[in-house]
């Protein structure tokens, strides 16, 4: 086990540092932006830009006082990338859109559950007595879209929305977490029965039948919000967390084979049987094709487009508000990257993507410094989480894989997914302040199966 | 487990080193290449509001730029905007740019290299840079005539060529649209206008071809050209040859059969000789034919006449590819072989087929460009008539001139006949589905001995009687008015 630091430290004052450094991110984003339109500095610049820092300096103020051993890098990331998501946003909002002043709605009511789940869970552990109902809660966050009063029906091709009131919502961003929270519970828990038995086929070690029944759920649930729900991205995100969450639980690679040969099983069926998923390999392997581009719905514009767009930023970009991002659609939210990519370069999406880099190794490093399994788990399926998340968009507008909805996490328009990662960030931050603090105080129940595993 | 959580996040980061490839290879590998993509709008846009060369007919501007207002010095305005829209296209600030506007960009827009000298003249001057002027071939006279000629409400395409020199005279489709809606500064109202248009049936503003270059279309009876010319090359058939001509032909491996055309003489002779079959046009000779000959050598005819190829370098229209399909089993080859099933060709395609039989076998690159000028009304560019390929001998074009010229003075092509002019034709008529509906067609030239002209008409979704009308007869038409010229 990684020992703690001889002498930890809080660091919260260098995260204080980092966050006036990110916040001069964000507004120095939106400041250009607001340059380039008609009406500069007015009054909607100077609203947005002091509540972003508002949000920013409360939820560390409240890490001062409820997790103040919490990672100091992690804060500032998340406030820079959802500041430029910001200007980005407003960037692309012509005369009467509203989506800007509606993603600082959401980025103010994340924070403040973010803020509300530190504040009022104290611990992570405590979670871990609700992977049953994380389950439940699971299943019906992810039925609720397919409900027909409650769903707001078919969106672009996919049945993953319901209805709130004047709003639309997406629960299946929270069923992420939830889903995440059900694993880490129930894999460390039954992790010794699941290591000890098995069958050794060659170099690998085949669970037992029996023992799979958690990954079979997964895979179906998998498939059934690929066939129900028409959304290939959440169906990789979810199947992925999974396999990552299992093989760190049991260090065996034969899930990570399993896993994958259901994926590449799942997949080839899918692609064969469902249309819209057909569609998306066509739109990436034969994106040039005139029969492909001009093919609606399902046709390749999209990411044609987005790629004409960052090949026209090429290295240092266009600048902010100089390029034409208007050519492509859903360039505020599914295709942000390609906005960036355009207007602020190689340069600036480098940076970017690193930033994510930084995000998610902070959340491992969590992991490997917190003492419970559970906690290991959780932490190390939430980072993977944004990991294959940023991997599958940004692969997908960049044509190194299929393109599938799935949102850039902080960036992209949307406030479901703005409130699940937020709610990710508040769980991280508390997984790192168990990791980082000098004493543990509360009793591990996790202590007997980590002595089995103690290499 | 912390072991596993080291190995999961190498796993995370060799995704975000993929990540980083791809997006070193779009942004600066790749992107030379994208940026030179025909469907990359961004240079175009670029030079939105500078002064554009104008597009030419006959001496009059059928586009060019005008005054603007104070967010862009420069308008694009189309003069008889629905008669050109085909070839114009559109010029639009959210959307980019269409048809010439978008593939003469750089000559309009003055940034071609042979306008590098200028641009230097015009910095030194302190002028503003213009773009260059493109003169086309068409006629106006004879492109109002075509346009008007298929009525409004009627989709349907027509071609009219000069098959010696491969310069187009004319060439209209309907429904067409108005450019000057979607070239409008208002950009609220150039979107509603984009919108609106693009909800009438046969107008996909999105799409990168349309229109007579892009409608990919069964070409029914007047594949059967191709059939001939592949049946003579094959040196198994000659002028003489008697086809069997059966009221059907049982399709192989498969219950159907292929019925001969119902609306001709085709049921009075049991055996046919070629000119017979293709002043009837009778399916079942040209079935049998290409059973015969097989699948490839149809293909190779059909090859040779520009199925699955290009139109060459001096149309400068985005093109759609005519299709002949690879691998038919034999039912779908009889079919394929009288223009059915999956064989699909744009109007243009079959224009430029029936020009290289008027044009003794040697097919002429299809032109829309007469000249390009410098501002300083310099030529700086005059496409010479080029060879774009050779798709048969002159005495297999010959022969099937002959037989053609017996489809309008004796068979169902009557209606093109000119009063004292030799009209080489032939008709198709593709029925589309079950529907009762046909792609009615008509193609040919003359006067056939010294080809001036090639018309080609198509008329989309209509009914035999409809389609008989609205085909050979404004053929005719379009012959008088061209050799009166």
Redesign the interface.
């Known amino acids: 086990?990684?020992q703690p630091d001889a002498a930890p430290k809080p660091r919260r004052n260098v995260e204080l540092a980092l966050l006036v450094l990110a916040l001069a991110v964000g507004i120095g984003a939106s400041a250009m932006v607001d340059l380039n339109s008609e009406t500069p500095f007015d009054n909607d610049f100077w609203f947005q830009s002091s509540l972003l820092a508002v949000a920013a300096f409360a939820f560390h103020i409240v890490l001062r006082l409820r997790a103040k051993y919490a990672d100091p890098a992690i804060l500032p990331i998340v406030v820079a990338l959802n500041g430029l998501g910001l200007a980005l946003i407003h960037r692309m909002d012509?005369?009467g859109d509203d989506t800007g002043n509606n993603q600082l709605r959401w980025t103010l009511i994340a924070v403040a559950v973010a803020i509300t789940v530190i504040w009022f869970l104290k611990d992570h552990r405590i979670l871990r007595r609700f992977t049953f109902i994380s389950l439940a809660a699971s299943a019906i966050l992810l039925v609720l879209p397919l409900i027909p009063f409650i769903s707001a029906g078919e969106v672009l091709g996919a049945r993953v929305w319901i209805r709130l009131g004047p709003m639309t919502f997406q629960p299946g961003e929270i069923a992420k977490i939830t889903l995440a929270v059900f694993f880490a519970g129930y894999l460390s828990s039954n992790r010794d029965l699941i290591l000890l038995a098995g069958r050794k086929i060659g170099p690998l070690q085949f669970p037992r039948f029996k023992d799979m029944g958690p990954m079979i759920t997964a895979w179906l649930v998998s498939i059934g919000v690929l066939v129900f729900q028409r959304d290939l991205g959440s169906s990789i995100l979810f199947f992925g967390l999974f396999i990552?969450m299992i093989?760190?639980?049991?260090?065996r690679i034969s899930w990570v084979v399993i896993g994958l040969g259901l994926i590449l099983g799942g997949g080839f069926v899918a692609s064969r049987i469902f249309p819209h998923v057909g569609f998306r390999l066509d739109s990436w392997w034969n994106a040039?094709t005139?029969e492909v581009?001009?093919r609606?719905p399902g046709g390749s514009?999209q990411i044609?487009q987005g790629?004409?767009?960052?090949?026209?930023?090429?290295?240092v970009g266009t600048g902010l508000g100089q390029g034409?991002p208007?050519?492509v659609p859903f360039a505020n939210s599914d295709m942000i990257i390609a906005l960036i990519?355009e207007e602020l370069?190689?340069i600036g999406?480098?940076a970017v993507?690193l930033l994510?880099?930084l995000l998610?190794?902070r959340g491992?490093r969590a992991?490997?410094g917190t003492r419970d399994?559970f906690g290991?788990l959780l932490a190390?399926g939430l980072?993977?989480a944004i990991?294959?998340q940023?991997?599958v968009v940004?692969?997908g507008v960049?044509?190194?894989i299929p393109l599938t909805g799935l949102t850039t996490p902080f960036l992209a328009a949307g406030g479901s997914s703005l409130l699940a990662n937020w709610i990710i960030v508040g769980l991280l931050l508390m997984i790192s302040h168990t990791a980082r603090s000098p004493i543990d105080t509360t009793p591990m129940t996790d202590t007997p199966s980590?002595a089995v595993?103690q290499? | 487990?912390?072991?596993?959580?080291?190995?999961?996040?190498l796993?995370?980061?060799a995704?975000?080193a993929?990540?980083?490839?791809?997006?070193?290879?779009?942004?600066?590998v790749?992107?030379?290449?994208?940026?030179d993509?025909p469907?990359?709008?961004?240079a175009v846009?670029a030079d939105y509001c500078k002064d554009r060369g104008a597009i030419i007919v006959a001496g009059k501007p059928i586009a060019e730029s005008v005054a603007g207002d104070e967010t862009c010095s420069f308008q694009r305005k189309y003069t008889q905007p629905e008669l050109y829209a085909g070839i114009t296209g559109y010029f639009s600030r959210?959307?980019?740019a269409s048809g010439l506007e978008q593939e003469l960009r750089d000559e309009l827009a003055g940034s071609s290299d042979q306008l590098f000298l200028d641009r230097i003249s015009q910095v030194f001057l302190g002028r503003q840079a213009k773009g260059a002027s493109v003169e086309l071939t068409l006629d106006p006279q004879i492109q109002k005539l075509a346009y008007d000629l298929i009525p409004d409400g009627q989709r349907g395409s027509i071609v009219v060529t000069n098959p010696k020199t491969g310069a187009i005279l004319a060439m209209v489709s309907k429904p067409s649209y108005d450019p000057n809606l979607i070239a409008t500064h208002d950009?609220?109202k150039e979107q509603a206008s984009f919108e609106q248009l693009n909800k009438i049936p046969g107008i996909?503003l999105?799409?990168?071809?349309s229109g007579p270059t892009g409608a990919l279309l069964a070409p029914g009876s007047v594949f059967k050209l191709i059939d001939t010319a592949a049946a003579l090359n094959s040196g198994k058939y000659n002028k003489d040859s008697e086809l069997p001509n059966p009221a059907s032909l049982p399709l192989p491996g498969s219950s159907a059969s292929l019925p001969n055309y119902a609306g001709g003489n085709c049921y009075t002779r049991t055996t046919a000789d070629f000119a017979f079959a293709l002043e009837q046009s009778c399916n079942t000779p040209f079935a049998r034919i290409a059973l015969d000959l097989g699948q490839e050598a149809i293909a190779d005819q059909a090859r040779k006449f520009g199925f699955g190829q290009d139109f060459g370098d001096q149309l400068k229209l985005q093109s759609?590819v005519s299709v002949f399909p690879p691998d038919l089993d034999d039912a779908a080859l009889a079919q394929s072989a009288v223009g059915q099933r999956d064989v699909k060709a744009t109007p243009l395609q079959i224009a430029m087929m029936t020009a290289a039989i008027a044009n003794g076998g040697v097919q002429m690159k299809p032109n829309l460009i007469k000249n390009v000028r410098a501002p300083d009304l310099r030529v700086i560019s005059e496409p010479e008539p080029e060879v774009l390929r050779n798709s048969t001998s002159p005495a297999i074009a010959r022969q099937i001139t002959e037989w053609m010229t017996g489809v309008v003075s004796k068979g169902i092509g009557g209606g093109a006949a000119v009063p004292g002019v030799e009209v080489a034709g032939k008709t198709g008529t593709a029925q589309l589905g079950d529907s009762g509906l046909n792609n009615s067609w008509f193609t040919g030239f003359a006067p056939a001995n010294d080809p001036q002209v090639a018309v080609t008409i198509v008329i989309e979704g209509v009914d035999v009687t409809t389609g008989a009308q609205l085909t050979s007869p404004n053929a005719k038409k379009i012959f008088e008015a061209v050799l009166n010229k």
């Open positions: 086990m990684i012509g005369p990552v093989y760190v639980a049991t260090s040039f005139p581009y001009d609606f514009r044609v790629l004409f767009g960052m090949a026209d930023g090429g290295l034409r208007d050519l990519g370069g190689l999406l480098f993507v994510y880099l998610f190794t491992f992991a490997l399994a290991k190390c980072s993977f990991a294959l940023c991997f940004i692969g960049t044509r190194l980590e595993k290499p | 487990m912390n072991q596993s959580i080291r190995s999961a996040w796993a995370a980061v995704m975000f993929l990540i980083f490839g791809a997006i070193s290879y779009v942004q600066v790749g992107a030379d290449e994208l940026n993509n469907w990359n709008q961004r846009l959210t959307y980019g950009v609220a996909n999105n799409q990168s071809v759609a």
